[in-house]
């Protein structure tokens, strides 16, 4: 009987040093990745803007060939959306959105995973020489959940290595895209003659018939 009480507030003090320390963990938990491509700003953007092209660069695209993907609101911009079903507990379910986005330097996700932790992720760019430095963050609030403060401490080393593998093949993809460009200007351009002369008439025998010259 002593060994059971024994082991009753053990285990009732473990509980309680696990709320006691949850209590004092970080309430928000930040992961943040970068890298630098030769490819502009404008390319970049192209790329992480919307969702059109997301699954071409996204580090998760590849873990489950049978996702399903839900697209609605503009194809680009705030208002984008996509959400995913998965049988993959890689990959799971959840939507994102973008809820702010400023051309050719940020865009910022809002991300649903089905719990109540606010979470966001953005991609800041910002130009370094001839390319740009892309940076890759995601926030998560854990303030409403002691047991997702112990999650969030583990969060870097659970999402950092997704986003590096994300950014390389971001990289990848955004300096194998070449812009459009306009069509080539002819080098040579022929000046219209100062004094015309008028064409020739066909006459009805089918002979051409020189136009006399306009009177100066």
Known sequence: MNVLRGLFFLLLGLVALFFVTGVFLPQTAHVERSMTTTASPATVYSLVDGFKHFNEWSPWAGLDPATKYTYSGPETGVG??????????????????VIDAEPGRRVTHKLDFGMDNPTTSTIRLEPEGTGT?????????FSGSLIGRYFGLALDRMVGPDYEKGLAQLKAVAEATTPAQAPPISASVTKPDANPQPAAVASPTGQETPVPPMPQ
């Open 80 to 97: 984008a959306r996509m959400e995913w079903v998965s049988a993959n507990p890689d990959v799971g379910s959840g939507s994102q959105e």
């Open 133 to 141: 430095r892309v940076t890759w963050t995601l926030d998560t609030d």
